[in-house]
């Protein structure tokens, strides 16, 4: 497998496709796309994330970039902090979800966003060039350490006007944590001891060796499911490794569904914004995430604007319209009020004021928000052009629903939606349904990979 260069910077297996050669390359060409400002840096945890964080930061000053290392810390903290000192960039070593041997760097600007296809590619031309210019030895850049920043951040987070800490205190939540040994077992606990929480950590030491695949999805959190009804928690919580994606877990040991953690706080953030002069009744979500967070928006007097998939596109459509909230589907949060990013520190301070002003379970909690089921699957299509094919499915499908291009094909009917995207990296079409019913949502994902592979034998 080749190193992943793509809107969300880069990525590949450490020794094999991420060398200390590639990070050098795009980390050199990072200071000099930031005309050698200052530039913050954190890492997930991983255990190859501080050789790297080394590399990073010596090639950084040797631009003559004055360097601000947060140390081990969610990718939502170097947004914020990139935001909050008024740095040129940032940079988040990490791999996200990605499994132990990968690594990689996040790349942001200098408004706390990530870089969006025109600067990544701007950004990918210096890289490509054959010399970089270094500074001299009297203009090197200054290292300074900032490992307190993660208390900034719990102190945002704690200042959203939503956000009663004594309320939630009173309440003395019981709850298992699963930060995977990564970045969110220093920052969550934190938190949520502040919250008056009774905290039941799991995997939190922060070692770099991932306790499970660290994707937040159920088939990787059986171990916390059992642990909540072991322990008759309130809540169980999964973050991934670099903290921008919140799962939960109900009372029951029960996924309370990645799609829901969106509902949840738009519900929660939409109840009390109505009646409020806001400059724009819109919420931003992407293609991809449930008609539930439309459905809440649409009953509080909201439209839903829905953008290609990745956090770069949410995040600049809320800024342009002056969202009030938005994120994605897997378990990502944008709330503006403290930065334009996925934050699952945000997710989890607002769904447990939304608990204690709710006053019951989560699970019952869940059931007060409108019933939809997700199935995905994805169809190799071997060396067609993914473009023709969903051309092809476009056309047997134009007047059976609305139509959407604008990443992929998704076609909405009255009661469901099909997404189909190709991959950037392997030769698929990913497909994602959604329905009122489960059987419903299967079957049109059935359906579309016969339609992709009938037109693959055309």
């Not at 949520?192 to 159920?218: A, R, W, Y």
């Not at 589907?329 to 996925?342: A, D, E, T, W």
């Not at 769904?351 to 019952?364: D, I, K, R, Y």
Request: glycine share 10%.
């Amino acid at each position: 497998m080749s190193l992943m260069v793509s809107i969300s910077g880069i990525r590949g297996i450490v020794g094999s496709t991420l060398t200390p050669e590639v990070i050098v390359k795009y980390t050199s060409a990072f200071g000099e796309y930031c005309k050698r400002g200052k530039i913050v840096i954190g890492r997930d945890g991983r255990i190859t994330g501080k050789s790297i964080g080394h590399l990073v930061s010596s090639t950084l000053l040797q631009m003559g970039c004055d360097v601000t290392a947060l140390g081990i810390c969610p990718t939502p903290s170097v947004a914020l902090a990139v935001e909050k000192t008024r740095a040129a960039g940032g940079i988040s070593i990490t791999a996200s979800h990605n499994p132990m041997m990968w690594n990689g760097l996040k790349f942001f600007g200098r408004t706390g966003l990530f870089l969006d296809a025109l600067e990544n590619r701007d950004l990918w031309a210096i890289a490509d060039r054959p010399s970089r210019s270094y500074a001299p030895w009297d203009k090197q850049g200054k290292h300074t350490s900032l490992e307190s920043f993660l208390d900034d951040h719990i102190k945002a987070v704690l200042s959203i006007p939503y956000i009663q800490p004594e309320l939630i205190k009173k309440r003395h939540f019981k709850v298992v944590l699963d930060c995977v040994n990564a970045a969110g077992g220093i920052i969550v606990p934190k938190l949520l001891k502040q919250l008056g929480c009774d905290v039941v950590e799991m995997n939190c030491d922060v070692s770099g060796v991932f306790s499970h695949t660290p994707e937040p999805i159920p088939e990787n959190l059986t171990d916390l499911c059992k642990r909540v009804r072991k322990e008759k928690a309130d809540i169980g919580i999964a973050v991934d490794p670099d903290v921008d994606r919140l799962v939960l877990i109900n009372e029951l040991g029960e996924p309370f569904g990645e799609e829901y953690t969106i509902a949840n706080v738009v519900k929660f953030v939409l109840n009390k914004e109505t009646g409020r002069k806001a400059k724009s009744k819109s919420i931003v979500v992407n293609l991809s995430t449930t008609r539930a967070v439309q459905d809440i928006a649409t009953s509080h007097g909201y439209a839903t604007v829905r953008t290609p998939v990745g956090e770069i596109n949410v995040a600049k459509k809320m800024k342009e319209i002056g969202a009030i909230v938005g994120g994605e589907g897997s378990g990502g949060v944008i709330l503006p009020y403290v930065h334009y990013g996925r934050d699952a520190i945000v997710g989890i301070a607002l769904t447990l004021q939304h608990l204690a002003e709710f006053g019951g379970t989560v699970s019952e909690l869940r059931k007060t928000m409108p019933q939809y089921f997700i199935t995905k699957g994805k169809v190799e299509i071997g060396k067609l052009n993914p473009d023709n094919v969903l051309t092809i499915i476009k056309d047997n499908h134009g007047a059976m629903g609305s139509i959407n291009t604008d990443d992929g094909l998704k076609i909405d009917f009255p009661d469901s939606w099909v997404h189909l995207r190709k991959s950037n990296t392997e030769p698929i079409v990913r497909i994602i349904a959604e329905a009122p019913e489960k059987k419903t949502a299967d079957k049109l994902v059935s359906d579309f990979t016969k339609e992709i592979r009938s037109a693959r034998l055309t």
